[in-house]
């Protein structure tokens, strides 16, 4: 069982940054491909970035060159450095954890966390 936690939310005006943090429970979190969605009401969730067990990366074309993810694995923590943001990044962030090697669809994700609203200004 995973428990995740995101933090780092907010309001930004365009053009601003923000880096998101997720904290991961448990002690086999370097065996989970991690993910970040995001969501907008009355749309579907929506893939942003990708980061399997080797490191490597997939984004969302939108966002390639903008956003990056990371992770520290003694910390239990995933990361999005978002930058250059614009008003269409508004939504509700989420991470998830996934027990599969490289993961990019909701559904190969076993692991939510509660998601944190981030809002950019135009």
């Known amino acids: 069982q995973v428990q995740l936690v995101e933090s780092g939310g907010g309001l930004v005006q365009a053009g601003g940054s923000l880096r998101l943090s997720c904290a991961a429970s448990?002690?086999?979190?370097?065996?989970?491909?991690m993910g970040w969605f995001r969501q907008v009401p009355g749309k579907e969730r929506e893939f942003v970035a990708a980061?399997?067990?080797?490191?490597?990366?997939t984004y969302l074309d939108s966002v390639k060159g903008r956003f990056t993810i990371s992770r520290d694995n003694a910390k239990n923590t995933v990361y999005l450095q978002m930058n250059s943001l614009k008003p269409d990044d508004t939504a509700v962030y989420y991470c998830?954890?996934?027990?599969?090697?490289?993961?990019?669809?909701?559904?190969?994700?076993?692991?939510w966390g509660q998601g944190t609203q981030v809002t950019v200004s135009s």
């Open positions: 980061l399997d067990r080797s490191g490597i990366t």
């Open positions: 998830a954890a996934s027990a599969k090697y490289f993961a990019l669809r909701i559904y190969d994700y076993d692991y």
């Open positions: 448990g002690r086999t979190f370097s065996s989970y491909a």
